[in-house]
């Protein structure tokens, strides 16, 4: 079949859910949801204008639908295509303190909105992004540590030293939460036994009997 022979409905692409709209520089690309593959690219959207695409075969071989004004110029998609190992290799950088969405677009990583339609076609991915994110608290208590230990002001010392002590009773809490966090603290205030005394007026003591009396009574 020849690329005359060939057609391509962007709008109905649209609605079957499995495909998405990203804007990567001045071209517009319309993306399968679940490979991260480019199906088509335009240089722009006319609405109400049908649009003229022309089937090509980039150097690696992939197939994509792309505008006139496209068709001469384009080499590449620069897709990242799913996988998992992508996936594992972003959970390993969010482990050693990186934020998703500053890694996303970056370094062979999908773009955030990729990886968002990715998590909705494969729920795993939520689910290790977590894990991630739960590794990753240690690597930033231990950044809050070494800077507060290196904390200095030759203007307020006793400041610096305040700081380090904070920080110090912080992460005591982190690491051993049942004995030095503060709610362990209160619990251990509320279960302490106390002692109270009920002031009545009363005064109860007993009556002082005279010699004489009781020499009396015999």
Same mark, same amino acid.
């Given at each position: 079949?020849?690329?005359?022979?060939?057609?391509?409905?962007?709008?109905?692409?649209?609605?079957?859910?499995?495909?998405?709209?990203?804007?990567?520089?001045?071209?517009?690309?319309?993306?399968?949801?679940?490979?991260?593959?480019?199906?088509?690219?335009?240089?722009?959207?006319?609405?109400?204008?049908?649009?003229?695409?022309?089937?090509?075969?980039?150097?690696?071989?992939?197939?994509? !639908?792309?505008?006139?004004?496209?068709?001469?110029?384009?080499?590449?998609?620069?897709?990242?295509?799913?996988?998992?190992?992508?996936?594992?290799?972003?959970?390993?950088?969010?482990?050693?303190?990186?934020?998703?969405?500053?890694?996303?677009?970056?370094?062979?990583?999908?773009? =955030?909105?990729?990886?968002?339609? !990715?998590?909705?076609?494969?729920? !795993?991915?939520?689910?290790?992004?977590?894990?991630?994110?739960?590794?990753?608290?240690?690597? =930033?208590?231990?950044?809050?540590?070494?800077?507060? =230990?290196?904390?200095?002001?030759?203007?307020?010392?006793?400041?610096?030293? /305040?700081?380090?002590?904070?920080?110090?009773?912080?992460?005591?809490?982190?690491? /051993?939460?049942?004995? =030095?966090?503060?709610?362990?603290?209160?619990?251990?205030?509320?279960?302490?036994?106390?002692?109270?005394?009920?002031?009545?007026?009363?005064?109860?003591?007993?009556?002082?009997?005279?010699?004489?009396?009781?020499?009396?009574?015999?």
């Amino acid at each position: 079949m020849s690329n005359l022979e060939k057609s391509i409905n962007i709008m109905e692409l649209l609605k079957d859910g499995n495909h998405y709209t990203e804007k990567r520089g001045s071209r517009i690309h319309i993306i399968n949801a679940l490979t991260g593959k480019t199906i088509s690219m335009q240089q722009d959207i006319t609405p109400g204008v049908p649009e003229k695409l022309e089937l090509i075969t980039l150097e690696d071989g992939t197939e994509v !639908w792309v505008d006139n004004n496209l068709a001469k110029h384009v080499t590449s998609t620069c897709d990242v295509l799913f996988s998992p190992i992508i996936i594992d290799l972003l959970c390993q950088r969010i482990v050693e303190g990186g934020n998703i969405t500053a890694l996303c677009g970056t370094e062979s990583f999908p773009s =955030y909105v990729t990886l968002c339609k !990715w998590k909705r076609a494969h729920p !795993w991915i939520d689910d290790a992004l977590e894990k991630a994110k739960v590794d990753r608290a240690d690597f =930033y208590r231990d950044q809050v540590m070494k800077e507060a =230990y290196e904390a200095e002001s030759m203007k307020d010392p006793i400041h610096a030293t /305040n700081v380090r002590i904070d920080a110090y009773k912080w992460a005591s809490a982190i690491d /051993n939460p049942a004995k =030095y966090s503060p709610r362990a603290k209160m619990e251990a205030t509320i279960n302490m036994p106390t002692q109270i005394i009920v002031d009545t007026g009363i005064v109860r003591e007993a009556p002082v009997i005279a010699v004489e009396e009781l020499d009396e009574s015999k």
